[in-house]
Every structure is written in structure tokens, then in C-alpha cells.
């Protein structure tokens, strides 16, 4: 159970504060949620407290995780060669475990083949939602201002 305060990972949609707990009726079944603000998009969701591991909201990781997430960032990564059908989906697995880990993998993926070969407008997409829910958690870690976090990470890709 998360407090109001809590820095919680949203998987695809990214980190963000508990702002409230509150119940509420919608079509006849009362509820308590979660009223999360994530900064980046600007967006609130509310999650139903029954629906917590379900969804696989988790705490933000902690400040020692940052340097294994820059480690995966700045891997020399191998070109897979299947379709990008079967990469988009394999990409999206691993997006939706909600593991910063994997999605640093899928950024550093996508941002080697888009280097290489381009990518889709799929996968355009699909990085560009990795990257923020990557600077999401990134922010809330280490406490800086997004442009901080992003400028940081840009460095980091130019350098891959």
C-alpha cells in the first residue's frame, strides 16, 4: 500500500506523486483510488486500490539504480535482424513490465536502429514514450528539473 507523498512508477505511462486517496461510485461500485500526478504530460490517473499489482504500480527506483539504468544506456548494442513487427512487440513487452531497466534497453535499441536504419513510425512512437517514461523516473530520482534530466540523457545517447 502506497502513502499520499509516494514517488510510484506508472507503468507506461510513467512516475509521479500520490497526490490523494479517495473514494469514489462510478455506475453503482464504490471505490477507493489513488489520484497520481504524473508532471511529465501533465496528466492525473487514478488507480483503483484493487487494481495495484494488477496494473504494476511500484516505487520509483532508488538513487544507487540510476548508474545500472546509465549502464544499459550507454551499452554497445548488437542490430536485431527480425522483423520490426516481432521488435515492436518484444519492445512492448518490455515496456509494460513497468521496469526501468527494460525500457532503458528498449530506448538504446531503438535509438541504435534508428541510427542505422531508421525506424517506423511505430517505433518513432514507441521511443519517444520509452524516453519519457525513462526521463519520468530519472526526474523523480534524482530530483532534477526535466530539461536537466533529458540534456543528461542526450548527452549519454550522442556519446552511445
Known sequence: MFNIGDKVV???HGAGV???IEEKEILGDKKKYYVMNIPTGDMKVMIPLDNVQKVGLRDVIGKASVDKVYEI???EG???NSNWNRRYRANMEKIKTGSIFKVAEVVRSLLLRDRIKGL???EKRMLETAKQILISEMTMVKG???NE?????EKLFDEA
Do not use: H
Open 149 to 153: 534530466v533529458m540534456s543528461d540523457l
Open 18 to 20: 500520490i497526490e490523494a
Open 10 to 12: 506508472y507503468p507506461m
Open 78 to 80: 548488437e542490430l536485431t
Open 120 to 122: 517506423s513510425t511505430g
Open 73 to 75: 544506456l550507454g551499452k
Open 144 to 146: 532534477l528539473d526535466q
